[in-house]
């Protein structure tokens, strides 16, 4: 039995899947939330650990105390693709949002304007210290495509953890 892209893309599109989907998304929130308190185990594991970190919780917060200790690039990027693929839950749970939210034409003019500025906005937002999981799921909702979704959010993320980073090494130094 071969799956195509055109099978993966009807069965994506399908009531029971969004619910499904919308389901897996409600219980991986809640397991951020008990992850986050207790990050420890995945910090002995070093870059991979930290990476595991970022698919389920804050990684922001760890910023600060381990770039005096590893190198700021390679955190960056490694916090940077963790929490990018966290977004991408957020982006997938906002897709199968129109299950519970019926599509307003008020959504629909903000979702033009989303495709007009929707990458530098998207940029923006994932620069500064936001909760950032609630416009991932804007963003999956309003049906923005992926890949102009994941890479302004990845860049952004890179860039403001080397710059946190580099920042607390240069104030602080190299433990």
């Not at 490694?78 to 299950?99: E, I, K, P």
Request: aromatic share 16%.
């Amino acid at each position: 039995m071969t799956i195509t892209i055109k099978k993966l893309t009807k069965l994506s599109q399908t009531e029971k899947f969004k619910k499904i989907v919308l389901v897996l998304g409600a219980l991986f929130y809640i397991v951020v939330i008990f992850i986050a308190f207790k990050p420890e185990p995945f910090l002995r594991f070093g870059y991979l650990g930290i990476f595991v970190f970022n698919l389920f919780g804050p990684g922001t917060i760890l910023i600060p105390s381990l770039s005096r200790h590893m190198d700021v690039f390679l955190l960056s990027i490694v916090s940077s693709a963790g929490m990018a693929l966290n977004d991408s839950v957020g982006w997938l749970v906002g897709r199968s949002g129109d299950v519970i939210l019926p599509r307003l034409k008020k959504v629909e003019k903000i979702e033009a304007q989303l495709h007009k500025w929707g990458p530098y906005a998207l940029f923006l937002w994932a620069l500064i210290p936001f909760p950032y999981d609630f416009v991932a799921m804007i963003a999956g909702y309003l049906e923005f495509p992926y890949k102009k979704f994941v890479l302004p959010v990845f860049t952004a993320r890179v860039i403001r953890f080397f710059l946190l980073g580099s920042g607390i090494v240069a104030i602080w130094g190299k433990a």
